[in-house]
Antibody, heavy 115, light 112 residues
């Protein structure tokens, strides 16, 4: 059974750095072709893709956020970590981690950016 | 970036009646490997998205057969043959042919 779950702060201040962890089970990020990544959804709005990391450490980022994003993996812990710098209130959203084929999603975590 | 445009924005459907959602991409979604990476996702209220259909018309295991996808190139359609109460939610098309992945703006399906 494949599961993913996001964890991290629910509230961050403007200009701070957000760090979210995706903990997954039921598959390995050492398996060829497998990727895990992040998608976010501001309240009441559509989905926005942030980036993926693949089994071979290939990383793909949204061009509009690339300078602020870093995605890393720890295959021994079954973790994928999202780091987003210089947070702003417009970054308030539910952040989802998901398999790169979109077949499996975590429940999401709402991150609010406010002073 | 490939822009995905969905219509309508919302659709109120009588139970048991069909529903149809259109998705148009700003450029062809045919990949160099010959596949077309167009997917449909359902998001029920308060839930994460759920993948229903991938590569235009392939239903994920467990997805009811009242959901079907069709289309080619830049024009795609999701059809629900007979809407049930559990189908209420927002539906998104998504392209993964080219980075960055992009989503349509969503179509809200509700019961009339």
């Amino acid at each position: 059974q494949i599961t993913l779950k996001e964890s991290g702060p629910t509230l961050v201040k403007p200009t701070q750095t957000l760090t979210l962890t995706c903990t997954f089970s039921g598959f390995s990020l050492n398996t060829s072709g497998v990727g895990v990544g992040w998608i976010r959804q501001p309240p009441g709005k559509a989905l926005e893709w942030l980036g993926f990391i693949y089994w071979n450490d290939d990383k793909r980022y949204s061009p509009s956020l690339k300078t602020r994003l870093t995605i890393t993996k720890d295959t021994s812990k079954n973790h994928v970590v999202l780091t987003m710098t210089n947070m702003d209130p417009v970054d308030t959203a539910t952040y989802y981690c998901a398999r790169a084929n979109a077949a499996y999603w975590g429940p999401g975590t709402l991150v609010t950016v406010s002073s | 970036d490939i822009v995905m445009t969905q219509t309508p924005l919302s659709s109120a459907v009588t139970l048991g009646q069909p529903a149809s959602i259109s998705c148009r991409s700003s450029q062809s979604l045919v990949h160099s490997d010959g596949n077309t990476y167009l997917s449909w996702l359902q998001q029920r209220p308060g839930q994460p998205p759920r993948l229903l259909i991938y590569k235009i018309s392939n239903r994920l295991s467990g997805v009811p057969d009242r959901f079907s996808g069709s289309g080619a190139g830049t024009d795609f359609t999701l059809k629900i043959s007979r809407v049930e109460a559990e189908d209420v939610g927002v539906y998104y098309c998504m392209q993964s042919t080219q980075f960055p992945l992009t989503f349509g703006g969503g179509t809200k399906v509700e019961i009339k």
